[in-house]
């Protein structure tokens, strides 16, 4: 399986916004459902927090993040926004792709990814 590579990760103040960019080019079938995956601490399990459907845009979130982030797709490119930071948004971001095939939502669809890139690191500083 294909991995995905993160990147746009660093430390931003407080209050401040950010964009991290996933190369998404080896994922590029209309069905496959991408996703934003964080780690905020060490041995904590990876939380999705967005994700979108390559084939109709259709977005969800989770309700942590509902109203600050957004996710988008350019093509092979894909996005997460946010603005404003808050501390409890450090964490180690990672992107998913996996094919919606049957699976009711493509926050099932996600769920399935294994095939874990390195990540990139947002660190909020006060």
């Known amino acids: 399986q294909a991995r995905p590579v993160e990147s746009g990760g660093g430390s931003v103040q407080t209050g401040g916004s950010l964009e991290l960019s996933c190369d998404v080019s080896?994922?590029?079938?209309?069905?496959?459902?991408m996703g934003w995956f964080r780690r905020q601490a060490t041995g904590e399990e990876r939380e999705e927090i967005a994700?979108?459907?390559?084939?109709?845009?259709t977005t969800s979130y989770a309700d942590a993040v509902q109203g600050r982030f957004t996710i988008a797709l350019d093509k092979n490119t894909l996005y997460l926004r946010w603005n404003p930071l808050k501390p409890e948004d450090q964490a180690l971001y990672y992107c998913?792709?996996?094919?919606?095939?049957?699976?009711?939502?493509?926050?099932?669809?996600?769920?399935?990814?294994?095939?874990w890139g390195q990540g990139t690191l947002v660190t909020v500083s006060p």
């Open positions: 080896l994922f590029e079938r209309s069905d496959y459902c």
């Open positions: 998913a792709a996996a094919l919606k095939g049957l699976w009711p939502t493509c926050r099932y669809a996600v769920a399935t990814f294994r095939n």
């Open positions: 994700d979108i459907y390559r084939r109709d845009g």
